[in-house]
Each structure stands twice: as structure tokens, then as C-alpha cells.
Nanobody, 126 residues
Framework: QVHLAEAGGGLVQAGGSLTLSCAAS????????MGWFRQAPGKEREFVGG????????VYADSVKGRFTIFRDNAENTGYLQMNSLKPEDTAIYYC???????????????????WGQGTQVTVSS
């Protein structure tokens, strides 16, 4: 079993930055790939970005490419989502997720990740 816990959300002005963390426990951290998703009120959960086990492979949604960076510290069992140049439309609950499958590509579907954190709210004011 994998347990994930996000932290770092909050209120920030447009143009500002936040870094979310995702602390993991229950399995060897480097054994699972991670994804970040978000869900705004009234909208479906959407893929933000994903990172492979080693951290060498990363994929981002077009809406955040160039502004958000995903990285992980396998020694600290923690994943991160660094968010720069935040916009009001980035307002959402952000979730980290993990899977143990040995796919060779980053997965972008929420249903491909069986393990989820509780989410952390990010609010960007205009």
C-alpha cells in the first residue's frame, strides 16, 4: 500500500509561485511513478504532469508547460510540483497520485493511478 500526503497549498496572487510537496510512505519511493492532477469547482479532474520512477522522464499538460516543474527526491520519499507565474485559472485542489506499473511512458489518465493523496487547495487571486 502507498500513502501520499500533499502540502504547500495556499492563497497567492497572480504571477506568484508555490511549491507543493507530496510525502510518500508504504513502499520504496523509487518503485512508483507519480502524477499531479487538479480539480477546479464544477470541472473534471485533469492531468497536470507526471514523472517517472527515476525522475528522468517528465510530461506536462500544455496549460502548465513552461510554468510548472515536477521533480522528486527519492532519498527523501517526496515529490514536488513547483508552480511559477500562477494564473487565476490555476485555482483548484491539487492531488498527487502514484502507480506501481512498469509502463515505459508517463500516464496521463486519472484512472491509471490507484493511489492518491487527500489534495491541497491552491487559490490564485487576480
Amino acid at each position: 500500500q502507498v500513502h501520499l500526503a500533499e502540502a504547500g497549498g495556499g492563497l497567492v496572487q497572480a504571477g506568484g509561485s508555490l511549491t507543493l510537496s507530496c510525502a510518500a510512505s508504504g513502499r520504496t519511493f523509487s518503485s512508483y511513478a507519480m502524477g499531479w492532477f487538479r480539480q477546479a469547482p464544477g470541472k473534471e479532474r485533469e492531468f497536470v504532469g507526471g514523472i517517472s520512477r527515476s525522475g528522468a522522464q517528465k510530461v506536462y499538460a500544455d496549460s502548465v508547460k513552461g510554468r510548472f516543474t515536477i521533480f522528486r527526491d527519492n532519498a527523501e520519499n517526496t515529490g514536488y510540483l513547483q508552480m511559477n507565474s500562477l494564473k487565476p485559472e490555476d485555482t483548484a485542489i491539487y492531488y498527487c497520485a502514484a502507480h506501481l506499473n512498469e509502463w515505459t511512458t508517463i500516464r496521463t489518465g486519472a484512472n491509471e493511478y490507484p493511489y492518491w493523496g487527500q489534495g491541497t487547495q491552491v487559490t490564485v487571486s487576480s
